[in-house]
């Protein structure tokens, strides 16, 4: 674990809302997508149609490649 994942981590559980930073809409936390770089959040869905554009994953704030991360997985873990 890095020093970005558990900024990220008081991040996250940090009980405050979150924004889209496409649509600026709430997000639930099970369709929560992260960028551990620049802590941003995005609708699963959203980021996934972004993707679908370039065909990679890739942060719409930063422009950082392969830093996006889904909740999802991490509760997995
Ligand atoms: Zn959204
Ligand atoms: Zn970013």
New binding site residues.
């Given amino acids: 674990m890095s020093t970005n994942t558990s900024a990220l981590n008081s991040a996250l559980y940090i009980n405050e809302i979150k924004t889209c930073l496409i649509c600026w809409e709430n997000i639930d936390e099970m369709d929560l997508t992260f960028?551990i770089?620049?802590n941003?959040f995005l609708h699963n869905e959203c980021e996934k149609r972004e993707r679908g554009v370039r065909g990679h994953c890739k942060?719409p704030?930063?422009q950082?490649i392969g830093?996006l991360g889904f909740f999802k997985n991490r509760i997995i873990k």
């Fill in positions: 960028c770089t620049c941003i942060c704030h930063c950082d830093s």
